[in-house]
């Protein structure tokens, strides 16, 4: 999330497990753990948590995230910066209906969708 903080500018708070009231019995190290984190910059806000359910992230249970970027410029500038240490990455450039897009799978592996109707 300080990856994305650096994107996307804004706040960037995290929350840990130790936050929680059912945490009393857990050890101080598992009470330090982070639960959720969020990053809020103008209008996008991201949540975000690694924690699973017991069978653990399954490669294929990830989702595309996508930004409807209000320009061309503001949808190069994402690009550029998610761009950083990724493992694919492709465009910007006008698909066959007109709309300027760019998809990029970050370095953490998240598969990302950047389009400007403009």
Not at 5 to 10: A, E, I, L, V
Not at 89 to 104: D, K
């Amino acid at each position: 999330m300080t990856f994305y903080s650096r994107c996307f500018g804004g706040k960037l708070s995290f929350r840990t497990l130790g936050e929680d009231r059912e945490s009393r019995n857990m050890s101080a190290a598992m009470r330090s753990m982070i639960v959720h984190s969020s990053l809020s910059s103008g209008e996008i806000e991201i949540m975000a948590s690694d924690l699973t359910e017991d069978i653990g992230l399954i490669r294929g249970n990830q989702v595309t995230l996508v930004i409807d970027c209000e320009s061309r410029r503001e949808c190069n500038r994402l690009y550029d910066k998610l761009r950083e240490g990724c493992k694919r990455c492709q465009g910007p450039e006008l698909n066959r209906e007109g709309l300027y897009q760019a998809f990029v799978t970050d370095r953490f592996g998240n598969h990302w969708m950047l389009i400007a109707s403009t």
